[in-house]
């Protein structure tokens, strides 16, 4: 029900947020761009060989895992600056592409296992289609795969969320400005 509701609610606001969004392939990345897709891609492989071998149960864990904890509470956080406040449109069409195309791409791999709400949002998205019923399977894409990006990404959510330990167990309240010196 809650991962439900969460897919419900990412979706909702990236389509919200496609007022001028014309589908194209994205431009100049940035790097949380090129981490959101080397992760996506590394998580069709891991589901497809989930679904080659009959786990179904390790297929939907490594969806909700990377839909939940990456896509969600990652990928769609760091891109809000860039949908809401930027000046620069191609940075604001990048994020808008890239997060279209994995929403989609998730649509399509978590289909088998919730194909009611997959169907319901692939038929909002911004693609030409009949439905996620007869759309191809996605593969993994080579290019996509960025070791850089991810081990880089890691570093950056790491000292989040060792900046959200601290405060939270020196009770100051996430409104509250803090200096940090990272040595």
Not at 69 to 76: A, L, P, R, V
Not at 142 to 161: F, H, K, L, N, Q
Request: charged letters at 25%; hydrophobic letters at 45%; aromatic letters at 12%.
């Amino acid at each position: 029900k809650r991962f439900a509701n969460k897919i419900w609610n990412a979706s909702r606001f990236l389509l919200m947020n496609l007022d001028d969004f014309q589908p194209a392939s994205p431009t100049s990345l940035i790097l949380c761009d090129r981490w959101i897709r080397s992760r996506f891609n590394t998580t069709v492989q891991r589901v497809t060989t989930y679904f080659e071998v009959f786990r179904f149960s390790d297929a939907a864990h490594a969806l909700y895992e990377f839909v939940w904890h990456e896509f969600c509470d990652w990928y769609i956080e760091l891109i809000k600056q860039r949908l809401y406040y930027t000046d620069e449109p191609a940075a604001k069409h990048t994020a808008q592409a890239v997060a279209t195309e994995v929403l989609e791409g998730v649509m399509r791999l978590l289909h088998p296992i919730m194909p009611f709400i997959t169907e319901e949002i692939w038929q909002r998205l911004p693609y030409i289609g009949e439905s996620v019923v007869v759309a191809s399977w996605p593969e993994p894409t080579g290019a996509w795969m960025d070791a850089a990006a991810e081990d880089a990404m890691r570093t950056i959510m790491e000292v989040i969320d060792g900046i959200r330990s601290i405060r939270g167990e020196m009770n100051v309240p996430p409104s509250s400005e803090v200096e940090i010196l990272i040595q």
